[in-house]
Protein backbone atom coordinates (compact mmCIF):
# COMPACT_ATOMS: atom_id res chain seq x y z
CA UNK A 1 0.00 0.00 0.00
CA UNK A 2 1.45 3.45 -0.70
CA UNK A 3 1.99 6.11 1.43
CA UNK A 4 -1.01 8.13 -0.25
CA UNK A 5 -3.34 5.27 0.33
CA UNK A 6 -2.42 4.89 4.12
CA UNK A 7 -3.16 8.17 5.20
CA UNK A 8 -6.51 8.12 3.09
CA UNK A 9 -7.49 5.23 4.63
CA UNK A 10 -6.02 6.98 8.37
CA UNK A 11 -8.42 9.23 7.21
CA UNK A 12 -11.19 7.29 6.84
CA UNK A 13 -10.92 5.22 9.51
CA UNK A 14 -10.63 8.97 11.36
CA UNK A 15 -14.21 9.94 10.07
CA UNK A 16 -15.80 6.46 10.57
CA UNK A 17 -15.82 7.41 14.54
CA UNK A 18 -15.50 11.26 14.86
CA UNK A 19 -18.02 11.76 11.63
CA UNK A 20 -19.76 8.69 10.37
CA UNK A 21 -22.15 11.08 8.00
CA UNK A 22 -18.98 12.56 6.42
CA UNK A 23 -17.68 8.92 6.02
CA UNK A 24 -20.41 7.83 4.39
CA UNK A 25 -20.95 10.63 2.00
CA UNK A 26 -17.83 8.97 -0.14
CA UNK A 27 -18.43 7.71 -3.16
CA UNK A 28 -17.22 3.97 -4.56
CA UNK A 29 -13.54 4.89 -5.84
CA UNK A 30 -13.21 4.50 -10.15
CA UNK A 31 -11.64 2.03 -11.99
CA UNK A 32 -8.85 3.18 -14.28
CA UNK A 33 -10.66 2.65 -17.23
CA UNK A 34 -13.23 5.06 -16.12
CA UNK A 35 -11.06 7.39 -15.23
CA UNK A 36 -9.22 7.27 -18.53
CA UNK A 37 -12.25 7.98 -20.12
CA UNK A 38 -13.97 10.95 -17.87
CA UNK A 39 -10.12 12.72 -18.79
CA UNK A 40 -9.90 11.65 -22.01
CA UNK A 41 -10.81 15.08 -23.65
CA UNK A 42 -8.75 17.07 -20.99
CA UNK A 43 -4.97 18.49 -22.26
CA UNK A 44 -2.72 17.80 -19.53
CA UNK A 45 -2.78 13.72 -18.39
CA UNK A 46 -3.24 13.13 -14.67
CA UNK A 47 -0.52 12.26 -12.28
CA UNK A 48 -0.50 8.70 -11.03
CA UNK A 49 -1.58 10.08 -7.38
CA UNK A 50 -4.54 12.06 -8.99
CA UNK A 51 -5.29 8.48 -10.37
CA UNK A 52 -4.98 6.85 -6.87
CA UNK A 53 -6.88 9.24 -5.12
CA UNK A 54 -9.69 8.89 -7.30
CA UNK A 55 -9.37 5.04 -7.26
CA UNK A 56 -9.87 5.26 -3.46
CA UNK A 57 -13.04 7.23 -3.23
CA UNK A 58 -14.63 9.56 -6.35
CA UNK A 59 -14.96 12.24 -3.93
CA UNK A 60 -17.98 13.23 -1.36
CA UNK A 61 -21.64 13.14 -2.28
CA UNK A 62 -23.15 16.71 -1.53
CA UNK A 63 -21.26 19.64 0.71
CA UNK A 64 -20.45 18.58 4.18
CA UNK A 65 -19.29 20.48 6.88
CA UNK A 66 -16.05 20.00 8.23
CA UNK A 67 -12.60 21.85 7.77
CA UNK A 68 -9.33 20.59 5.56
CA UNK A 69 -5.65 21.43 6.53
CA UNK A 70 -5.78 25.70 6.36
CA UNK A 71 -2.90 27.75 7.07
CA UNK A 72 -2.81 27.43 10.87
CA UNK A 73 -5.63 29.67 11.92
CA UNK A 74 -8.19 27.58 12.85
CA UNK A 75 -8.70 25.73 16.18
CA UNK A 76 -11.78 24.89 16.58
CA UNK A 77 -14.10 22.76 14.17
CA UNK A 78 -17.99 22.10 14.87
CA UNK A 79 -19.30 19.87 11.95
CA UNK A 80 -23.09 21.67 12.37
CA UNK A 81 -21.18 25.16 12.57
CA UNK A 82 -21.69 26.92 8.81
CA UNK A 83 -18.78 28.57 9.42
CA UNK A 84 -16.49 25.83 7.92
CA UNK A 85 -17.47 23.89 5.15
CA UNK A 86 -14.99 21.70 3.06
CA UNK A 87 -15.88 19.24 -0.23
CA UNK A 88 -14.01 16.69 -1.43
CA UNK A 89 -14.95 17.05 -5.47
CA UNK A 90 -15.73 13.86 -7.49
CA UNK A 91 -13.80 13.72 -10.47
CA UNK A 92 -16.82 14.84 -12.81
CA UNK A 93 -16.89 17.84 -10.56
CA UNK A 94 -13.24 18.88 -10.74
CA UNK A 95 -13.24 18.30 -14.63
CA UNK A 96 -16.38 20.36 -14.55
CA UNK A 97 -15.06 23.23 -12.59
CA UNK A 98 -14.19 26.97 -12.97
CA UNK A 99 -10.27 26.30 -13.16
CA UNK A 100 -10.81 23.26 -15.77
CA UNK A 101 -12.25 25.71 -17.97
CA UNK A 102 -10.07 28.96 -17.66
CA UNK A 103 -6.93 27.54 -16.61
CA UNK A 104 -6.96 23.94 -18.16
CA UNK A 105 -3.96 22.27 -16.26
CA UNK A 106 -5.37 23.03 -12.59
CA UNK A 107 -7.86 20.97 -11.12
CA UNK A 108 -8.90 21.37 -7.70
CA UNK A 109 -9.45 18.28 -5.73
CA UNK A 110 -10.80 20.04 -2.66
CA UNK A 111 -12.77 23.25 -1.64
CA UNK A 112 -13.49 24.75 1.58
CA UNK A 113 -15.42 28.05 3.14
CA UNK A 114 -14.79 29.87 6.32
CA UNK A 115 -16.86 32.94 6.75
CA UNK A 116 -13.87 34.58 8.32
CA UNK A 117 -11.56 33.93 5.81
CA UNK A 118 -13.37 33.50 2.26
CA UNK A 119 -13.08 30.68 0.51
CA UNK A 120 -10.34 28.47 -0.87
CA UNK A 121 -8.98 25.86 -3.20
CA UNK A 122 -6.71 22.91 -3.17
CA UNK A 123 -5.84 22.16 -6.77
CA UNK A 124 -3.06 19.89 -8.74
CA UNK A 125 -1.25 21.54 -11.25
CA UNK A 126 -1.53 19.39 -14.64
CA UNK A 127 1.31 21.29 -16.11
CA UNK A 128 4.55 21.22 -13.95
CA UNK A 129 4.81 17.38 -13.67
CA UNK A 130 4.32 15.40 -10.66
CA UNK A 131 1.58 16.19 -8.31
CA UNK A 132 2.16 20.10 -6.91
CA UNK A 133 -0.84 21.21 -4.72
CA UNK A 134 -1.94 24.93 -5.44
CA UNK A 135 -3.92 26.57 -2.76
CA UNK A 136 -5.34 29.89 -2.87
CA UNK A 137 -8.66 32.06 -1.97
CA UNK A 138 -11.45 32.35 -4.00
CA UNK A 139 -11.10 35.93 -4.55
CA UNK A 140 -7.89 35.45 -6.84
CA UNK A 141 -10.38 32.96 -9.40
CA UNK A 142 -10.51 36.54 -11.90
CA UNK A 143 -6.97 37.28 -11.44
CA UNK A 144 -5.76 33.61 -12.42
CA UNK A 145 -5.46 34.86 -16.33
CA UNK A 146 -3.76 38.61 -15.47
CA UNK A 147 -1.30 37.38 -13.59
CA UNK A 148 0.48 34.03 -15.25
CA UNK A 149 2.40 32.93 -12.99
CA UNK A 150 -0.29 33.25 -9.83
CA UNK A 151 -0.52 29.26 -9.64
CA UNK A 152 3.29 28.66 -9.47
CA UNK A 153 4.14 31.14 -6.89
CA UNK A 154 1.38 29.38 -5.07
CA UNK A 155 2.14 26.28 -4.83
CA UNK A 156 1.93 24.81 -0.87
CA UNK A 157 2.24 20.88 -0.80
CA UNK A 158 5.03 19.45 -3.51
CA UNK A 159 2.48 17.04 -3.87
CA UNK A 160 -1.02 14.81 -3.36
CA UNK A 161 0.81 12.65 -0.98
CA UNK A 162 1.99 15.66 1.41
CA UNK A 163 -1.39 17.36 1.86
CA UNK A 164 -2.80 14.24 2.43
CA UNK A 165 -0.15 13.34 5.21
CA UNK A 166 -0.47 16.13 7.05
CA UNK A 167 -4.04 16.05 7.17
CA UNK A 168 -3.68 12.76 8.44
CA UNK A 169 -0.89 13.56 11.08
CA UNK A 170 -3.04 16.99 12.35
CA UNK A 171 -5.58 14.03 13.22
CA UNK A 172 -3.51 11.78 15.01
CA UNK A 173 -0.88 14.09 16.37
CA UNK A 174 -2.78 17.86 16.87
CA UNK A 175 -6.17 17.07 18.11
CA UNK A 176 -7.47 17.22 22.01
CA UNK A 177 -9.47 15.26 23.34
CA UNK A 178 -13.17 17.21 23.68
CA UNK A 179 -16.03 16.67 25.72
CA UNK A 180 -18.12 17.11 22.21
CA UNK A 181 -18.85 15.10 19.75
CA UNK A 182 -17.62 16.51 16.25
CA UNK A 183 -16.01 19.22 17.52
CA UNK A 184 -12.34 19.40 17.37
CA UNK A 185 -10.06 21.34 19.36
CA UNK A 186 -6.43 21.59 17.96
CA UNK A 187 -3.18 22.23 19.64
CA UNK A 188 -1.94 25.04 17.45
CA UNK A 189 1.50 24.34 18.06
CA UNK A 190 1.71 21.18 16.97
CA UNK A 191 -0.57 22.30 14.26
CA UNK A 192 1.71 24.62 13.14
CA UNK A 193 4.93 22.39 13.10
CA UNK A 194 2.72 19.49 11.14
CA UNK A 195 2.03 22.45 8.53
CA UNK A 196 5.55 23.78 8.21
CA UNK A 197 7.45 20.46 7.89
CA UNK A 198 4.98 19.53 4.59
CA UNK A 199 4.98 22.92 3.72
CA UNK A 200 7.25 23.77 0.32
Same mark, same amino acid.
Given at each position: ??????????????? /????????????????? *????????? =????????????????????????????????? &??????????????????????????????? &??????????????????????????????????????? *???????????????????? =????? /? /? *???????????????????? *???? &?????
Amino acid at each position: MSRLTEALEYLYNFL /CLEYPEIASSLQPGLTR *EEIDEKVKH =LRFSLPEEVYELYQWRNGMRGTIFFELLYDGYR &LDIEINDTVTIALFYSLEKAINSYFMKYTPF &LMPLFSWYDNMVAGGFFAVNLEQGGSPIVHYIDRYLNEL *EQEKDFYKNNIIYSSLTDLI =LAIAE /C /C *EAALLPSSSKGVLLIDEDKF *EQIY &LKYKV
